[in-house]
């Protein structure tokens, strides 16, 4: 009992601390710029005004938009890709599959940052900029390795009986993917929308380059106004990230049973 009741204080404890950061945000977001005596103590006198001033100064409006239709066409693409290249490398260990798949993994260790400065050359070259088909591709093409990694891990805790089934059964393999595979990638497909999704929401330096038309920006650059070498303004960048956090809070309370289920499937292994 001494034990059991240990290990649930331990957890209360571990959740309350992952709380506090969310304490001091909301602390933040509603205190007056002229309030800021402590981090902890809550504000005498509650500001919405924050929230309204950095939806309008930041743009928020242009800018949740244009991280939405980057975030979902990148993710739908990533998943699409990444399964469909999953398969073969799953199914069929060859030496020409095995050398692919260690060049994916190899990539997942490749900074962003390493190949900035040619891809920005590049994409003024194609006159790729402010384009949202350029920043998708970028997503794609670092995330690609990731989906892969989860895809091929999962995909070969499948069982093979289930392929030769739908092959005596005259299953057709573009069939045997849509019918047959990809409705049980469920839980590994809810574990890369978060994973990929909450990167590519977040992302900065991607959009920090190739978007910098004010229509363009996204959410992390817009916000990133509010601080400046001459001023900042706290308490407006905290309720912009208030605002920001929501779709993806919602977007994980959506998915988070099959979340789990990827995470203890064998999503991440292989």
């Known amino acids: 009992m001494t034990v059991r009741l240990a290990g649930r204080a331990s957890l209360?404890?571990?959740?309350?601390?992952?709380?506090?950061p969310f304490y001091i945000l909301l602390n933040l977001a509603l205190k007056s710029p002229t309030a800021f005596r402590s981090l902890w103590l809550p504000p005498r006198e509650i500001r919405m005004a924050n929230f309204a001033e950095a939806w309008v100064n930041a743009n928020l409006g242009r800018a949740l938009?244009?991280?939405?239709?980057?975030?979902?066409v990148s993710i739908g693409l990533v998943i699409l890709i990444g399964a469909i290249a999953s398969y073969p490398?799953?199914?069929?260990?060859?030496?020409?599959?095995?050398?692919?798949?260690?060049?994916?993994?190899?990539?997942?260790?490749?900074?962003?940052?390493?190949?900035?400065?040619?891809?920005?050359?590049?994409i003024v070259d194609l006159g790729g900029m402010n384009q949202y088909a350029s920043i998708i591709v970028l997503h794609i093409t670092f995330n690609l390795p990731m989906i892969v990694f989860l895809y091929t891990g999962f995909i070969g805790t499948l069982p093979r009986e289930l392929d030769e089934s739908a092959w005596i059964d005259g299953c057709g393999r573009i069939r045997l993917l849509l019918q047959i595979v990809f409705p049980l990638l469920k839980p590994v497909?809810?574990?890369?929308?978060?994973?990929?999704?909450?990167?590519?929401?977040?992302d900065y330096n991607f959009s920090l380059f190739f978007?910098?038309?004010?229509?363009?920006?996204?959410?992390?650059?817009?916000?990133?106004?509010?601080f400046s070498q001459y001023s900042h303004y706290v308490e407006r960048m905290a309720a912009?990230?208030?605002?920001?956090?929501?779709?993806?809070?919602?977007?994980?309370?959506?998915?988070?049973?099959?979340?789990?289920?990827?995470?203890?499937?064998?999503?991440?292994?292989?």
Do not use: D
């Open 12 to 20: 209360v404890a571990i959740g309350a601390l992952h709380l506090v």
């Open 65 to 72: 938009l244009n991280n939405v239709i980057i975030t979902a």
């Open 89 to 122: 490398l799953a199914r069929y260990r060859t030496r020409l599959n095995n050398a692919v798949y260690s060049l994916f993994i190899a990539c997942m260790i490749v900074p962003n940052l390493t190949v900035l400065v040619p891809l920005y050359k590049l």
């Open 189 to 202: 497909t809810a574990t890369a929308f978060i994973v990929v999704g909450v990167s590519i929401w977040n």
């Open 211 to 226: 978007l910098q038309e004010n229509a363009m920006k996204t959410i992390t650059v817009s916000l990133s106004s509010f």
């Open 240 to 270: 912009g990230c208030l605002i920001a956090s929501v779709p993806v809070i919602v977007l994980y309370l959506s998915l988070q049973n099959q979340f789990i289920k990827g995470l203890s499937s064998g999503a991440v292994k292989g």
